[in-house]
């Protein structure tokens, strides 16, 4: 599976941005497309993830009401729609794909990762 993530920018506070992810090389039916992030100095916080099949979806808790995952099966692509941005939603977004279920948070659980989109918020 390959993942090419792409969308990120630099964006003032209270914008928003929308982050895509193209899905290519396998039939992804049998996968799950999670977005996480990684802040300067930090660890790989996990942010959403969706079950390609059925739409499921789960969010961390910390962001959740401002971002919202998303799949449009026929693009194979997954989106992932950020408002109310913050400066501490600084970081490179990477998305990634697991066999193991959407339910999921650990990066561990990951097989596949794209190469991350920066997101710059400024004050």
């Known amino acids: 599976v390959q993942l090419q993530a792409s969308g990120g920018g630099l964006v003032q506070a209270g914008g928003s941005l929308r982050l895509s992810c193209g899905v290519s090389?396998?039939?992804?039916?049998?996968?799950?497309l999670g977005w996480f992030r990684q802040a300067l100095g930090k660890e790989r916080e996990f942010l959403a993830a969706i079950s390609w099949s059925s739409g499921a979806t789960k969010y961390q808790d910390s962001v959740k009401g401002r971002i919202t995952i998303s799949r449009d099966n026929a693009k194979n692509t997954v989106y992932l729609q950020m408002n109310s941005l913050k400066p501490e939603d600084t970081a490179v977004y990477y998305c990634?794909?697991?066999?193991?279920?959407?339910?999921?948070?650990?990066?561990?659980?990951?097989?596949?990762w794209g190469q991350g989109t920066q997101v710059t918020v400024s004050s």
């Open positions: 090389g396998r039939t992804l039916s049998s996968y799950s």
């Open positions: 990634a794909a697991n066999s193991a279920g959407w339910r999921l948070t650990g990066r561990e659980i990951y097989d596949y």
